[in-house]
């Protein structure tokens, strides 16, 4: 995308900070750090960020030809967790204009060159988001999904621009990817409202963050970043890390007035997070806390799929099944 913003002086350029989270993996840490090198934007810095106190990063970052006043690495000897990890690198990071970037996902070369300037300019807004492309494991686009995803998150009718209330779009639809397909900065919003207890759920704690502040968010329907699907992802891997994320989150949400509107919304997925949470700890033969689960979904919201999961996990004798 062509901005009015002059390229030609570097200096005159904000700094902008890309973070690459890591926990133990290094599968595709070399092509994202590429990705996130490549962008044509001229004053970029990327920082590295190791939760769990491999030598995963270390080792590939030693492959790339970078001075170290572009490429930085934040390591933790033991694991953190994934939120404390990123609100970490948030604070270290020396530019105000952040993007969160997961070590399997990639940025399109003009992604900052997008969506820096809109914030840049109008200092009411907040943050920037753009679509992307669904990849395979192997980094082919997956036209069919990426299409039905666009759809799913409603940014087909998302109109190019300025949008300020965004707590719906944000929470409600979802229609923001903060994982890996927004820019955020971080002197318009106040971290300390951030909470390390929203885990791999961060994206969308982030976002009410930055919704809360009345500012408003800029979408570009061009697709300039890249989310893959593997099977090694955090979806399909850390189902109970998830779920409990998503209980904490939502009973945040239910607390604030301002979202009183779509209270029904956060209720129900905070009854299906604790059904789901069940579910995952009733498969591990852990009835007492799969009751304690079925209980609370029970409280919140009376479902036919709760009661069942109760009632299994009483059955003094049945073997451990999902309902």
Not at 54 to 78: G, K, Q, T, V, Y
Not at 298 to 309: K, V
């Amino acid at each position: 995308m062509k901005t009015k913003l002059d390229m030609d002086s570097c200096s005159d350029a904000p700094l902008a900070s890309i973070i690459i989270s890591i926990y133990r993996r290094d599968t595709f840490l070399h092509q994202a750090i590429q990705s996130a090198l490549s962008q044509t934007w001229p004053q970029v810095e990327i920082l590295i960020a190791e939760d769990g106190g491999s030598d995963c990063a270390r080792n590939i970052i030693s492959n790339f030809n970078e001075s170290s006043s572009r490429l930085r690495l934040l390591s933790h000897p033991s694991n953190i967790g994934a939120a404390a990890n990123k609100l970490h690198a948030w604070q270290e990071a020396k530019g105000d204009f952040l993007v969160n970037l997961d070590d399997d996902d990639l940025l399109e070369p003009g992604f900052i060159a997008a969506l820096l300037p809109p914030l840049q300019k109008d200092l009411s807004l907040v943050l920037s988001f753009c679509d992307h492309f669904l990849i395979d494991e192997q980094g082919e686009v997956k036209q069919p999904e990426t299409d039905d995803n666009t759809k799913a998150w409603k940014r087909n009718i998302l109109k190019s621009g300025v949008h300020r209330p965004f707590l719906k779009m944000g929470l409600v639809d979802q229609s923001i990817p903060f994982a890996m397909g927004t820019m955020w900065c971080k002197s318009r919003l106040n971290l300390d409202d951030f909470k390390i207890q929203s885990g791999p759920s961060y994206d969308l704690f982030m976002t009410y963050v930055a919704a809360k502040t009345g500012l408003g968010a800029y979408y570009i329907p061009e697709r300039l970043a890249k989310y893959r699907v593997h099977p090694g992802m955090e979806t399909t891997m850390g189902r109970e890390r998830i779920h409990r994320a998503n209980i904490f989150c939502n009973r945040q949400y239910l607390k604030d007035p301002a979202l009183k509107p779509w209270r029904s919304i956060f209720l129900n997925r905070l009854t299906e997070a604790y059904t789901g949470l069940g579910i995952v700890t009733l498969r591990e033969h852990r009835r007492g806390l799969a009751m304690k689960c079925y209980l609370q979904s029970l409280l919140a919201q009376p479902t036919r799929r709760a009661m069942a999961g109760l009632i299994y996990c009483l059955h003094p004798h049945g073997p451990a099944k999902v309902y």
